[in-house]
């Protein structure tokens, strides 16, 4: 028996079978530790950060903004959390303090920002001791930006400081960094400092913990705020000048709620 073979239809169902490979590759995950990102998935914080200037907020404007962290895998009150947020009309933005996977893997980030990215206002987010094993260093910074990061509005300063110690070899935080911002912000009444491990906690590093808070009493700073113990605190450790607090995690369905009038900034808990 013999097999007649056509060129132009053996090279068309090749082209065909060809194609749908390529489309199939676009769709599989080679690794978990590859970091392939849509557009929308990029530089998160400088493109949110732009939308929240954009927003024109003056000095003596009411501001409005929310604190919540530690959402890692808690997607299911997670999605709840953006649904009741959303039927708010008086929030500017949202901080996102840290811990947005378990492993620091691409997918936990993507599956995070679905949820994140229907908010109608935009949000921020610092890097978590947990984003920061495996190559989630390099998934944050991918899709997220710099670890140390600051911006403006209004009359209030936001400074985003990484102090994952130990993930990142006992190099954070970069207290140096730090200084310089807070240096330079003499002309901000209200000053709020982000991170997510507290420096009570002996993973911000213990020779740390001392300058930092020096430095957040110097420069009068109005709140520290943190995540990572999953259970919300308000207190006055060291010299008891500067309120600290830390926000529970979504899986406790709170967040916090942060007013700012003139040089007066005050939060309430909200429980969804």
């Not at 400081?161 to 002309?187: G, M, S």
């Not at 979504?250 to 007066?264: A, H, M, P, Q």
Request: some cysteine.
């Amino acid at each position: 028996m013999k097999f007649a073979f056509n060129y132009r239809s053996g090279a068309g169902a090749f082209l065909l079978l060809l194609s749908l490979y390529l489309q199939a590759c676009e769709e599989f995950e080679y690794s978990p530790y590859e970091v392939r990102l849509d557009d929308d998935e990029k530089n998160i914080n400088q493109r949110n950060i732009a939308r929240i200037e954009a927003l024109k907020i003056s000095r003596n404007d009411t501001l409005r903004f929310i604190l919540s962290a530690d959402v890692q895998g808690f997607y299911e009150e997670n999605e709840a959390m953006v649904q009741n947020i959303n039927q708010r009309h008086d929030i500017d933005f949202l901080l996102l303090g840290g811990d947005l996977t378990d492993f620091g893997l691409v997918q936990e980030f993507k599956l995070i920002h679905e949820d994140f990215k229907t908010l109608r206002m935009p949000y921020v987010a610092v890097v978590g001791n947990h984003d920061a094993v495996n190559n989630g260093q390099l998934a944050f910074k991918a899709m997220y930006g710099d670890y140390n990061t600051s911006f403006a509005v209004g009359n209030s300063r936001f400074i985003l400081l990484n102090t994952n110690y130990i993930e990142f070899n006992k190099q954070v935080p970069d207290l140096d960094w730090l200084e310089k911002e807070l240096a330079a912000l003499a002309n901000y009444e209200n000053i709020f400092v982000l991170s997510h491990i507290p420096p009570e906690n002996y993973e911000f590093g213990q020779e740390n913990a001392e300058r930092y808070s020096q430095l957040i009493s110097q420069y009068h700073v109005t709140f520290s705020l943190h995540g990572h113990n999953h259970a919300f605190k308000y207190n006055f450790p060291f010299d008891g000048t500067v309120p600290y607090v830390e926000t529970a995690a979504s899986k406790n369905r709170e967040y916090l709620v942060f007013t700012v009038i003139g040089d007066d900034a005050s939060f309430e808990r909200v429980n969804f």
